[in-house]
């Protein structure tokens, strides 16, 4: 680079080939460098922080020392290129592709449906290529491990596991009877019961179909990099970048020499903590040490006395040594190690623990960090080297607190770590407490040690060291004094003066102080228990049920079988229809060749834009200076409000902000410049000054109070529900609190506008749900015709409601900029920013009275519901319709009252949200039902079954409809699950425990698809025959992984009668099909698949003559006659689909075309002490009528309940009292990962039924499976409500949804619950507040 000083050469491999990058800047990472300078797309950014796995490829090292060749899978987008000397680097591409040879990886992968929207598989690819590398024929355990730290949105990860066991030791059979054969094998399948049961298939792919693994075949490591192994370069090298440089000294010896000379300099190891810290902080380090190529922090050594592990070690290769120490040496001397062993395998996921090394885990000295505790109990040593030489210096507290007098000196780095072995009658324990049990960063936790006087009960020695109570690991010093001396009883080690850490525990930034508080008092408990349970210490008061305390959940590989109606033996091979086809783009999501938008090259002139977003929630707009911003290098314009030719969006919501902001990251303005790192850098340059304005609405509860609501209250009702509180038994009331939830599609969102030089036209790459929509909004807010914009979708990476709206914005603003600037841009939004910008599912605040009989029938019942909405109006209205129109769920209460009303507050607008209202708003109901189960002392099942609709029926808006499925469903349900039984063995288990508990629950429902208005039930296709006879098949659906293209081809090849393999989707083109309706609803296959059949059988009719002549020709012959003969091969198919009415002033309508039925059980345990629980099995029944697809349908079903169940359970968003978003990427905001499956898994679709309206008597299951998470929701709260049982407690708390382990913690309630000093609202300011 001009002006910079020489550089060494940069040396590395890329799929076998060799890379030389003279001007290695060190602030580019993998990922950039893939994507940009290589043109490799196939690894996807997704986050940024190294949290999601999306960007995951192997490298592979030969250890110096060993001469061992290491492969590891690892994060691109943490990782710099600098530090990639002398490696091979393998992406997907590198495995295998379609054009050359599938590995079988990507074939089972693809095969075994483990693909959905495709943006995180070729993430999951390569941790699995990565493991397969390392073991071809790997455990389960080992696969789950893989796999931990690679999130999917879209496909519940069931599939994806099912893919991976297929090269494992253990992959035949179910295995749920742990006899190691399938419960199908074993007889226990009734024939009745789904109906025949030849009928009934549980194969979704062919096994034996499958390539064989031949591991002889994979790529070699370069024999040029072992020759350079062997001889290693002893030289230094120097990478020079703009702004930063990477030295990369050959021997210890130059290290410290550099540390002398650059003593601020920070040494990059995995860079997993300094890298996420430069980019948070915004921070640069102008040089960077690398110590990568010093053998001497790789060293270990064991002695007598312990175990000295090199400082470069990664947590992986540390994972292995102790490992082997704990199997060598006797237990007494492994008890630090194996603590240490614990949360190696739960701290962050695989890739992470193979980049990050133990040295700079102890040196980052993070306040959450999982091994600091432990070694600073057991007594590690730190070997610290400089210039002057070796000395050590304890991890002790004050090492941890960063004191100066225990610290490394400026010039100093950590060579190793000595851990010594764990003496005769000592206990070292480790705990820790997530928001999920992996891949998670510790809430809290803490390391304890104890040692007892020998053949004593009395406490000799006892450390304690905290995590996440401060800001830097904390030793609860005086408690361990106190008890120095005492007797060892469970209540000595509790009552030990906790109060000790209470003053920090109020000081938290991030979580509660009562979860820290009674998580330290859990731990407290848990450990003087576990002393107590020791051989010899047995104590009274540790009985048999307490022990339960002592053990957390493990992780359990998840099993489970998928049902479903095969076709009739009589249907023609050819036609694929109900038939498991692969998702068409399976084996390019695989091989990551499938397209996405971002993944388009780099187009000539063309420029990226970054956003601008208000920081405050409302305020009104003094004044923007953009003149630093437009002087930054490579910056080309700033696009305001001023700047739109046509208009800035609606009178409700503005695209770009003018004169006021509403929210904090409504968008003000945009910067477009050469590079995106130029476009970010501009926008922190743009100085805006603001004048807050009140009210700041941030709750429902607050917008109540100011009367701030975004539309009028919709309100069905029926019979008379005053007369019938009056009459009934019992009434109950209470509230509910349901959580927003983020979409978190994997890929972000994204647009390409590209400008043409001729008639104002654009071309613009978008991905969204709704491409006319884009087109609808940018034709207005630029005054251009929409005849001169054209949209294109060829798949989105997930959608799931959040790209219905939105896009059109970012679509918009990117357009006024291309206009503006006459060059094309591209806007990529960071997760942070999506996460900030577009809203998502609304919160909602629930409140019921209900009234019933002592038998558990229902009379009446009122609820009435506040969402809340944000900002600006969007899908709000609707979303309350919906929710109004859907809250009876399955019920048939003859009294009835339903309100809602969307709050007005100065949050981002949510938006529609897979589910609609529908999961939030039944969660009321069903929490009613349970209420009043409690009451009545019945049983929930039984009390929703007394109330279910039974016989044909009238909704409470008066639309007519048969429960009959809804009943199959439940039936059906209860039944699998075998509820009856399995209630009695939770009994019997919560009667045996008091910690754990065990709970149940069968939730049914009817969910109702499709829009509420007429005009969104339409369709239209375009299907063209080439002479060749390939046909292009071309309609109204967007792919956002739910497998609509596939199904059209399905549908398209039962018309034509010809094989898939003669068809093709390309993408979804405003210019093809025009004025689509958004791909949503779960309707997107019904409407659009009709459109499909309509033109395949208008060109069938047309060909018809001329196969009638010509029986016995081909395909290819009619179609070559059919052109002699001036025939059209080209016929567009149009769908009219429902007459979708409501009239809110009656409260009657036909809103909905028709209903899909399903039920779900689920069992989980909870940790009373921890709060934790764990999902034990989960049946579902769904009503899928004549499924066009049984593995996308099962896949939809799967997806929708993992999905649901995070909404339930783990995603929480958290908002500070000023509105700002905290959550903004997966390190805060926890989707489900692979191991919160259910421990076994089972999906049934119900045997075929008749629905007319919808293509081949198909369902759309789209959005359903969604509410049926709530079943784990209620198995939680039903765990609960075991433990306040005994504890003697009210049963009817109120319901809080998610059930955090925070929550479900203070539910069951207990003596150590009560302890926790009460927060006096008065006296400080929360971090953060529930805005439901
Ligand atoms: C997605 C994600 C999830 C995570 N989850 C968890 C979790 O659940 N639990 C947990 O405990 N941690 C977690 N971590 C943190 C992780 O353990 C640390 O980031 C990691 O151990 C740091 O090691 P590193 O090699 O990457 O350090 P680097 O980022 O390379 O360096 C960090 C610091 O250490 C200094 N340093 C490094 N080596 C030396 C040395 N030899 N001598 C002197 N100074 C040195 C550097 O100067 C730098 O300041 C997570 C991190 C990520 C990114
Ligand atoms: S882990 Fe790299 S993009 Fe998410
Ligand atoms: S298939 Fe995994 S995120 Fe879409």
Known sequence: MLGLPQSDELVFFVNGRKVIERNADPEVTLLTFLLKALGLTGTKYACGRGSCGACTVMVSKCDPVSKKIRHFSIIACLVPICSLYGAAVTTVEGVGSIKTKLHPVQERIAKSHGTQ?????????????????NHPQPSEEQLMEALGGNLCRCTGYRPILESGKTFCMESNGCQQKGAGECCLAQGEEDPSSLGRSSDISTELFAKDEFQPLDPTQELIFPPELLRLAENPEERTLTFHGERVTWISPGTLKDLLELKVKHPEAPLVLGNTSLGPAMKSQGHVHPILLSPARISELSMVSTTSEGLTIGAGCSLAQVKDILAERVSELPEEKTQTYRALLKHLKSLAGQQIRNMASLGGHIISRHCYSDLNPILAVGSATLNLRSAGGARQVPLSEHFLAGLASADLRPEEVLESVHIPHSQKGELVSAFRQAQCQHNAWAHVNAGMRVLLKEGTDTIEDLSIAFGGLGAATVS?????????????????????????????????PRFS?????????????????KLSSKDGLQYPDVSDPFLSALEDFSVTVPQGVQKYQSVDSRQPLQDPVGRPIMHLSG??????????????????????????????????????????????????????????????????????AVDEVLCVGQIICAVAAETDVQAKRAIEEIKITYEDLEPVIVTIEDAIKHNSFLCPEKKLEQGNIEEAFEKVDQIVEGEVHVGGQEHFYMETQRVLVIPKTEDNELDIYVSTQDPAHVQKTVSSTLNIPGNRITC?????????????????????????????????????????????????????????????????????????????????????????????????????????????????????????????????????????????AAKCGLLPEKVREKNMYKTVDKTIYKQAFSPENLIRCWDECLDKSSLGSRRKQVEAFNKKNYWKKKGLAIIPMKFSVGFGATSYHQAAALVHI???????????GNELGQGIHTKMLQVASRELKIPMSYMHICETSTATVPNTIATAASIGSDVNGRAVQNACQILLKRLEPIIKKNPEGSWEDWIEAAFEQRISLSATGYFRGYKAFMDWEKGEGDPFPYYVYGAACSEVEIDCLTGAHKKIRTDIVMDACCSLNPAIDIGQVEGAFIQGMGLYTTEELKYSPEGVLYSR??????????????????????????????????????????????????????????????????EDFTVKSPATPEWVRMACADRFTEMIPRDDPKTFRPWSIPIA
């Not at 361990?480 to 000081?507: D, F, M, N």
Request: aromatic share 8%; hydrophobic share 35%.
């Open 587 to 656: 084996l390019k999501h695989a091989t990551g060749e499938a397209m996405f938008c971002d993944d388009i090259p780099r187009v000539e002139k063309e420029l990226f834009m970054a956003l601008v977003t208000s920081t405050r929630a409302h305020a009104k707009i003094i004044s923007i200076d953009l003149s630093k911003a437009l002087e930054l290098p490579g910056v080309v314009d700033v696009i305001t409000a001023e700047d739109i030719p046509g208009t800035n969006g609606t009178e409700d919501e503005k695209l770009l």
């Open 476 to 508: 609860a010093r005086q408690s361990c004094q106190q008890l120095r001396g005492s007797k060892c009883t469970p209540g000595s080690v509790l009552c030990s003066g906790s109060s000790l850490l209470w003053p920090s525990a109020h000081s938290l």
């Open 117 to 133: 929207c495709g943006f995180c598989t070729p993430g999951m690819v390569m941790s699995m290529y990565t493991l397969l590398r």
């Open 513 to 529: 102080s009562n979860q820290s508080v009674q998580f330290l008092l859990t731990r407290k408990e848990r450990e003087g228990k």
């Open 1225 to 1290: 990427g997966p390190d805060d905001y926890k989707i489900p990962t692979i191991t919160d499956v259910p421990e076994e898994f089972n999906v049934s679709l119900l045997p075929a039924s008749q629905t007319p309206l919808t293509i081949y008597s198909s369902k759309g299951l789209g959005e359903s499976g969604m509410f049926l998470g709530s079943s784990v929701f209620f198995a939680i709260t039903d765990a609960v409500a075991a433990a306040r049982r005994e504890r003697d407690l009210a």
């Open 1026 to 1036: 080439y002479t060749d006879g390939s046909v292009l098949v071309t309609h109204g």
């Open 792 to 932: 294109h979708v060829k798949r989105v990476g997930g959608g799931f409601g959040g790209k219905v709206g939105k896009s059109a914005v970012f679509g918009a603003i990117a357009a006024v900029g291309a206009i503006k600037t006459g060059h094309p841009v591209r806007l990529v939004l960071d997760r942070e920013d999506d996460m900030l910008i577009t809203g998502g599912r609304h919160p909602l605040f629930g409140k019921y009275k209900v009234g019933f009989m002592n038998n558990g029938r229902i009379k009446a019942l009122d609820i009435e519901c506040f969402i809340n909405g944000g900002c600006t109006l969007d899908d709000s209205e609707q979303v309350t319709e919906f929710l109004v129109l859907k809250l009876e769920n399955a019920y048939k209460i003859r009294n009835l009252r339903f309100r809602g009303r969307a709050c007005r507050t100065n949050l981002p607008s949510n938006t529609a949200f897979r589910g609609y209202g529908f999961p939030q708003g039944t969660l009321v109901t069903e929490s009613c039902i349970t209420a009043v």
